[in-house]
Each structure stands twice: as structure tokens, then as C-alpha cells.
């Protein structure tokens, strides 16, 4: 089985500067996909973004972007210039790979996340 | 393009009672997946159906069961509840297919279940 683990369960930066977040995993596949989503006091669990193991290149989306080393099971995303709206929750999930149209394989494990707070 | 939609947004039960909460699918998904987060942690998956059929389900008891309809719209039914059921239910919709787009999972707001 898979785990996913975030070991900070909070964290807080100024507005503007970069942060991190950890997220390391545990799996026995070679293939699969990982992704960060937010969670804003919404409660709407947005994907922010995805990363496909078997591509070296780590993913970027706008301000985010991640860190992706297979050989350490490792999964941080930096978020750059950090704004007010950041502030929310944040999962790391793991998905086993898609080998046959069985698509309970496409069932997401989630880390316990990390609160995120951008201060003014 | 409509998102995931759920009702209720909030329901307040007595332990022993049941419970179905609902789920709309995204416009052209076929896949609905259901999890549960307690408060403070990270969702947990249920089960998700594909085309009317549970495929794939995670370590919950039998009380939890599903279905859904041939417009891919879900439900959630929670039988005997107890006080640890109280969390936020989280519905996802997705592709059925194998392209790579297709594993993105979208989810709805959740419904809030609080049982006393």
C-alpha cells in the first residue's frame, strides 16, 4: 500500500517571498502520478498541480512548481511570490498507474497536509 | 462546463440513523470517486464507480454503499451511523479512459456530516 507523508503541519510566510512544502511517499510501483491540491477554508479541493513519474522534468504551473526526486520518494512544491490567497490547506496525493481500464486504480491517497498562511 | 456539484452542504444526524448524500458529476465525466476527510486530516477514499459499477473501494465497512445512475450522477449511503462518521465528503468525478488528461480527479465542495 502507499503512503504519503507531509511532516509540516503548518507553516507561514510574508507575502511575496517563497515557501516550500515537503511531501515524501512510500510506494513499490514505478510508475504513477502525484499532485498537490489546495484546500481553501471553501473547503473546494483544487488541483494546483501534477507531475508524472516517468517524466524527469519537473512540472511548473505559473507561480508553482515542484521538486520531483524518484530515487528519494520525494514531492515538494515551491510557490513563488506568495499571495494572500495562497493561504489555505495543502495535500500531497499519490495515484497508482493507469495499466487497464480498471480505474480503481485511479483512487488518490492523500498526505495529512500542511496550513499554509501568507502574512500581509 | 459544469462542475461537481453536492448537496446537502451541511446535515446533522443521530447516531443509528442513514444517510444518502449526492453528487453531480462534471459535464462529460463517467467517473465518480467518494471520500471521506475527518477533521485535520487528509481525505480518505471510499469507492468509486465507473459506468454504474463500484470499481475500486478503500477500507470502509459495508454500511457505506453507492451507486450511480446512467447520467454518472452518485450517491453515498451511510447505514448504523456512528460518531466517527462525522466528516466532510468529498465527491470526484474523472475520465473513465486511459489518456493521460483523464486521471485528473475534480472535485465538488463536500457535504458536512455531523452525527450526535
Known amino acids: 500500500a502507499q503512503t504519503v507523508t507531509q511532516s509540516q503541519p503548518e507553516m507561514s510566510v510574508q507575502e511575496a517571498e517563497t515557501v516550500t512544502l515537503s511531501c515524501t511517499y512510500d510506494t513499490s510501483e514505478s510508475n504513477y502520478y502525484l499532485f498537490w491540491y489546495k484546500q481553501p477554508p471553501s473547503r473546494q479541493m483544487i488541483l494546483v498541480i501534477r507531475q508524472e513519474a516517468y517524466k524527469q522534468q519537473n512540472a511548473t504551473e505559473n507561480r508553482f512548481s515542484v521538486n520531483f526526486q524518484k530515487a528519494a520518494k520525494s514531492f515538494s512544491l515551491k510557490i513563488s511570490d506568495s499571495q494572500l490567497g495562497d493561504t489555505a490547506m495543502y495535500f500531497c496525493?499519490?495515484?497508482?498507474?493507469?495499466?487497464?481500464?480498471?480505474?480503481?486504480?485511479?483512487?488518490?491517497?492523500f498526505g495529512s497536509g500542511t496550513r499554509l498562511q501568507v502574512q500581509p | 462546463e459544469t462542475g461537481v456539484t453536492q448537496s446537502p452542504t451541511h446535515l446533522i444526524k443521530t447516531r443509528g440513523q442513514q444517510v444518502t448524500l449526492r453528487c453531480s458529476s462534471q459535464s462529460g465525466h463517467n467517473t465518480v470517486s467518494w471520500y471521506q476527510q475527518a477533521l485535520g486530516q487528509g481525505p480518505q477514499f471510499i469507492f468509486q464507480?465507473?459506468?454504474?459499477?463500484?470499481?475500486g473501494r478503500g477500507n470502509f465497512p459495508p454500511r457505506f454503499s453507492g451507486l450511480q445512475f446512467p447520467n454518472y450522477s452518485s450517491e453515498l449511503n451511510v447505514n448504523a451511523l456512528e460518531l466517527d462518521d462525522s466528516a466532510l465528503y468529498l465527491c470526484?468525478?474523472?475520465?473513465?479512459?486511459?489518456?493521460?488528461?483523464?486521471?485528473?480527479?475534480?472535485f465538488g465542495p463536500g457535504t458536512r456530516l455531523t452525527v450526535t
Open positions: 496525493a499519490f495515484m497508482k498507474p493507469l495499466l487497464s481500464v480498471d480505474t480503481g486504480r485511479r483512487a488518490l491517497t
Open positions: 464507480y465507473y459506468r454504474e459499477e463500484e470499481n
Open positions: 470526484a468525478s474523472s475520465h473513465g479512459r486511459l489518456a493521460d488528461s483523464s486521471y485528473e480527479q475534480y
